[in-house]
């Protein structure tokens, strides 16, 4: 059978970290024989290329291949691209995972459209989720410009592999920055038909804390500008439409910003700023024309307009006032209506210290105020479009799966006037339909946080909704369809639904949790079956499952290995027939447990038993990290105790 897709992964020192992806793999709805896994080990040290190999007995579809340390993803994706067979290609990195239907439901998109890329629905784990503009619908013939497609340049995308080798597109080999960027340059210019699967989700992109991510790492700015420069022009050549040349200008102007974060910026001594003003100036006067600084955000386009003029005081002073940008928010309604929750929220845009920014009035026009608008002398008064005055829009997020979705929502902006000044403000409804939330499919069992994502004056925001205790919150579930859905405060005081079946069986619980040395001793509150039955445990935010054997109600396991701040969640696994299984989330109870150094036993508020990294182990090298810190503060944290180089597959 032709092979349909081949998934290339650039692999280098992944650890245990590669098993979630080879897990996400062998869950693929596509049937083996048509998709393979293309593995290029970039002479891994950790035995990493010998693992997958011995993978390839008992999975066919799967091809590895080992090559001298290149030092970057471009090469091996490169070479794995040269030994795929399947009609599309697909890069993944070694350290994230596939949703069960992502080939599947990219790969008919595909074909039904005659499309040489899909941009399939991403989700990130750790941090917010990226491209939002790309989550609103599903497009079969997306438009480069007006669909949004230039703000997503990495390549965790369906490409069509006839489309690559016949357009000769290939990714920048050896220690460079920004390869994505570069290879998504070189496909975008080739003027490919592109389709946009919003409606169900393909990729998790796992933001990881132990600093193994690329784009974790310290940037050399004048270097990173110099590959995201490249990157650019090779959408501004005189091939390129107009439009799409005026569009990457504004979407890199933009995008230029997240490199130069207020918070890193005043970080650096002034030698540094010289150097970064200098690289930033450069790159505005290769890739974005003044003619295009009108469609920057207000701020934005005075930052840009100081680095043109060679202004580093006025470039400090405007990313001063971004530093300062803080957005107020309160809910005002949460009630059911039809089945459906209604979430009206407030937001304002303040100071760090809470006082309302003001704008100034000039008529009908809002303005920013002199200290924060024109250099002096430049005549008529910063005036805000209608967008920069205040955006909001309500979505939801499964908080284990990381999924977040749309939801049907409208901001209203109300700047409050009194005099010549006024205040920004935004009020926001959104309706929360537990039965059709996405793209007309029920949400799916779970906890959903409720955010806002909230801009003023181009700076944009995304934070749970917050709800007082005063604020009246129905007081129990409420049955939707064959569903109980709970709207409840947080204990952190902010609003989530949870989703339950109504037909899910009556939790069982925790009787003792104890340690013996590493291993800690569960025994589950009811009689349970040895037959087949396991303890699973999931690192909250990933899809690794570690399984103990149960006997007589009880289980040993030790917890695989974490940092501060992980969670585990604790399931009981009972066979359901030859290959089925059902998991039960093991509730608290009225357990007695013992506490072992790092972790913490907890009761969550929903009443489930879970685990916590809260301190470190009290260990020689902990220590040190500790003495050191204390004596030379935040600096310390940069200093390696132990030096390492991460291969990790991301460039931005």
């Known amino acids: 059978m032709p092979v349909k897709v081949s998934v290339v992964v650039a692999v280098y020192n992944p650890g245990t970290n590669i098993d979630g992806l080879v897990s996400s793999l062998d869950a693929q709805s596509l049937s083996p024989d048509e998709f393979e896994v293309v593995f290029v080990d970039d002479g891994s040290t950790d035995g990493a290329g010998e693992r997958l190999l011995e993978l ?106 006839k489309f690559l080798v016949d357009h000769d597109i290939r990714f920048l080999e050896g220690r460079v920055r920004l390869e ?29 804390k132990d600093g193994t991510n690329t784009s974790s790492q310290a940037v050399d700015l004048e270097s990173y500008f110099g590959y995201f420069t490249a990157s650019v022009e090779l959408l501004q050549t005189d091939d390129v439409e107009n439009r799409i040349r005026e569009e990457i200008a504004v979407v890199s102007a933009n995008r230029m910003f997240l490199a130069v974060r207020p918070r890193s910026w005043f970080k650096k001594d002034q030698q540094d700023k010289r150097k970064a003003a200098t690289a930033l100036k450069a790159f505005l006067e290769t890739c974005v024309p003044p003619h295009v600084d009108h469609r920057l955000a207000v701020l934005k386009r005075l930052g840009v307009q100081a680095l043109r003029s060679g202004e580093l005081a006025r470039f400090e002073q405007v990313q001063m006032h971004r530093a300062r940008v803080r957005f107020a928010l309160s809910c005002t309604q949460v009630a059911w209506v039809d089945g459906r929750v209604l ?51 309500i979505t939801i997020r499964h908080r284990l799966l990381g999924i977040e979705w749309p939801v049907e929502s409208i901001g209203h902006p109300t700047p ?37 994502r909230v801009q003023f004056l181009g700076e944009q ?15 129990r579930p409420r049955q939707v369809e064959d569903r109980q859905v709970l709207v409840y405060r947080t204990q952190s005081g902010t609003l989530a639904l949870k989703i339950s079946d109504a037909a899910s069986p009556s939790p069982i619980g925790v009787r003792t949790a104890n340690w013996e040395n590493d291993h800690l001793v569960v025994a589950i509150d009811a009689p349970v079956s040895d037959s087949g039955t396991q303890l699973m445990v999931r690192r ?64 969550t508020v929903h009443g489930s038993f879970s685990v916590k990294h809260v301190k470190p182990p009290d260990t020689p090298t902990q220590r040190a990290r500790t003495w050191l810190t204390r004596r030379v503060g935040h600096v310390a944290t940069k200093i390696p105790i132990l030096l390492s180089f991460s291969h990790r597959r991301r460039s931005s």
């Open 56 to 161: 390839t007995r008992t999975h066919p579809n799967f091809l590895v291949t080992t090559i001298p340390n290149s030092g970057w993803p471009g090469r091996p994706r490169n070479v794995g691209t040269d030994l795929a067979h399947g009609e599309y290609v697909f890069y993944a990195d070694h350290d994230d995972e596939l949703f069960p239907e992502a080939l599947e439901r990219m790969y008919a998109m595909a074909t039904a459209n005659g499309s040489d890329v899909v941009y399939g629905k991403v989700v990130r784990m750790g941090l917010q989720t990226p491209y939002w503009e790309l989550a609103k619908a599903d497009k079969d013939h997306a438009d480069l410009v007006e669909d949004h497609l230039l703000i997503s340049r990495s390549t965790h995308k369906l490409f069509r592999r």
């Open 180 to 208: 994505d960027h570069h290879f998504m340059g070189q496909v975008l210019a080739g003027s490919p038909a592109v389709s946009i699967l919003a409606s169900e989700p393909c990729y998790r992109w796992i933001h990881r």
């Open 343 to 393: 979430v009206g929220v407030d937001s304002s845009l303040v100071s760090p210290e809470g006082d309302p920014l003001v704008m100034d009035l000039f008529g009908d026009d809002l303005a920013l105020p002199a200290e924060l608008g024109a250099p002096r002398g430049a005549g008529a008064p910063c005036v805000l479009t209608t967008t920069e005055h205040g955006t909001g829009e």
């Open 416 to 452: 409050a006037q009194t005099d010549d000044k006024a205040t920004l403000r935004v009020h926001v409804d959104g309706i929360v339909d537990p039965a059709r939330c996405i793209f007309g499919r029920e949400l799916e069992s779970g906890i959903w946080d409720v955010l806002i």
């Open 461 to 475: 925001q995304v934070r749970q909704v917050p709800i007082d205790t005063e604020t009246q919150l129905p007081s």
């Open 540 to 603: 909250r935010g990933t899809s690794i499952e570690q399984l103990a054997a149960v006997h007589d109600s009880k289980a040993r396991v030790v917890l695989e290995p974490s940092i501060l701040g992980d969670i585990f969640d604790f399931w009981l696994r009972t066979p359901t027939g030859p290959h089925g299984h059902q998991d039960q989330r093991l509730a608290y109870g009225t357990a007695q447990v013992s506490h072992h150094r790092p972790y913490h036993i907890y009761d």
